[in-house]
């Protein structure tokens, strides 16, 4: 009888944990089910690790940019605009482009459903469609005005966040992939979207900040004047402009962009304050949304002596900066001094949403802002010239040069800004790898994306 009971338990406590072991596998599956589906591994979903049965992901303007067809995808018919979204949408067959939605979002596109307590697709030739933000013809006019040079450009809605263009150079067709991806120079990193990931010595963009450091915390600041003779010294070693500015303000050193005006600006303020401004308009953190994330942009001072330090003011220095970070700040200018955070999946079927815009803290004051704004407008109207943009659209910008060499003649070409448009509120930046002048090489790769816009609201689509 007592071998009968012991039994009875023995059977009864092995059931219990079959029984406990099943509820901990199924609300497992349950929490990590898409990260599961998304295992190139699991080849019964996805043939070939691929999205051979993929839902479809379209532009804002529902234009098809990938789909599937007959156990096959296929990306749009136009050989620029497969290149131009190639970091937003990803290669199927290749997995080295990540933070991309063919990635982020696999098992949406396949279609994959949690039945039952098992983690099944629903139907693998009925995935969901995504459609995206992004305009597939300001990405073609990006990609175009970038011609051969690595490079980024973003636009994205200082208002409501969405983002209508982020492209990156080098790419390639994801339709007809080249043999020498890994082995041509002219490829080199072209799996990154430097957009989010590229970490660029930012020059003369960085003077925003520097300037909004000193609005924040030096009372009168904008109306001090420097001499400016084309070099000082600062910390026993010069700090130089490219000419003799005579009498600045702060105005004019942003329009006409001052080093020595920073890079006093900068050591008056101290590291502290310097520091305290860099990282709450972005630094030394991530941004992320949708899924996606970027690189951290990185001011660092701690070891700087004061010349270093001044030319860190002037965005020089060890200071690293991604576009997206640029473009962020410009779009907190134009929006009161408070950035709204981007996103690039406008709706999913069968999960149809509308995204709230999400505002994160104030990086500045909103007196602050309305006076780089200012500045910014003034910049272009006194310096770049008005006309070098749509006559659409009112562009306030700062351009930037920034210096990647020991000997100063290797610079990358930087512009940031914004529209003060009600029906274009984009804020944007482009960078262009060993560009040069921002004057003279980064102002006409946004004005292509500004006069693409322009035709699109022509035609009478919006982007609100």
């Known amino acids: 009888m007592k071998k009968i009971r012991k039994r009875s338990f023995i059977v009864l406590l092995m059931t219990i944990a079959f029984f406990a072991g099943l509820v901990y596998h199924t609300v497992n599956i349950y929490i990590n089910a898409k990260e599961w589906v998304m295992k190139p591994q699991n080849l019964h979903l996805t043939a070939a690790g691929n999205l051979d049965h993929g839902g479809k992901i379209l532009d804002i303007n529902n234009v098809v940019l990938a789909q599937s067809i007959d156990g096959e995808r296929i990306y749009n018919d136009d050989e620029l605009v497969r290149k131009a979204c190639l970091h937003v949408v990803g290669d199927d067959k290749n997995s080295n482009i990540f933070n991309c939605i063919q990635e982020i979002y696999r098992a949406d596109l396949i279609g994959y459903d949690f039945t039952f307590g098992l983690g099944m697709p629903k139907d693998l ?157 972005g630094f030394n953190s991530r941004i992320e949304f949708d899924g996606m994330e970027s690189a951290k942009s990185v001011y660092d001072v701690s070891e700087a002596d004061v010349n270093d330090f001044a030319w860190s003011g002037v965005g020089q220095y060890n200071t690293l900066e991604t576009p997206i970070n640029v473009a962020m700040i410009s779009a907190a ?79 990358h070409a930087w512009i940031t800004g914004f529209c003060k448009d009600e029906d274009f509120p984009y804020a944007f930046a482009v960078v262009v790898e060993h560009g040069g002048s921002g004057y003279d090489n980064a102002i006409p790769v946004a004005a292509a994306v500004l006069s693409a816009a322009e035709e699109t609201l022509d035609s009478g689509m919006t982007y609100k």
């Open 125 to 281: 030739r009925k995935g969901k469609d995504i459609r995206l933000t992004i305009d597939s013809n300001l990405q073609k006019a990006a990609l175009t005005a970038l011609g051969d040079k690595k490079g980024a450009v973003i636009f994205y809605n200082y208002k409501t966040g969405a983002v209508a263009c982020m492209v990156s150079t080098p790419t390639y067709d994801p339709q007809n992939r080249p043999n020498d991806l890994e082995s041509n120079e002219a490829y080199e990193g072209v799996y990154l979207n430097r957009a989010l990931w590229g970490q660029y010595t930012p020059g003369s963009t960085f003077k925003l900040v520097t300037a909004a450091a000193g609005l924040e915390n030096i009372r009168d600041i904008e109306n001090k004047v420097l001499q400016c003779k084309g070099a000082d010294i600062i910390g026993n070693e010069a700090i130089t402009c490219e000419f003799s500015m005579g009498t600045v303000n702060m105005r004019d050193a942003v329009c006409y962009s001052c080093n020595i005006y920073f890079g006093h600006l900068a050591t008056e303020l101290g590291k502290a304050r310097m520091f305290k401004q860099a990282e709450k308009m």
């Open 333 to 411: 200018i134009a929006n009161g001094g408070i950035p709204v955070t981007p996103y690039i999946v406008q709706s999913i079927t069968d999960n149809d949403f509308e995204h709230s815009s999400s505002f994160g803290n104030a990086i500045m004051s909103a007196e602050t802002a309305e006076k780089l704004s200012d500045y910014m407008d003034y910049a272009v109207e006194n310096n770049y010239g008005k006309y070098r943009f749509s006559s659409r659209f009112d562009v306030c910008a700062k351009t930037g040069t920034a210096e990647v060499s020991e000997d100063g003649q290797d610079a």
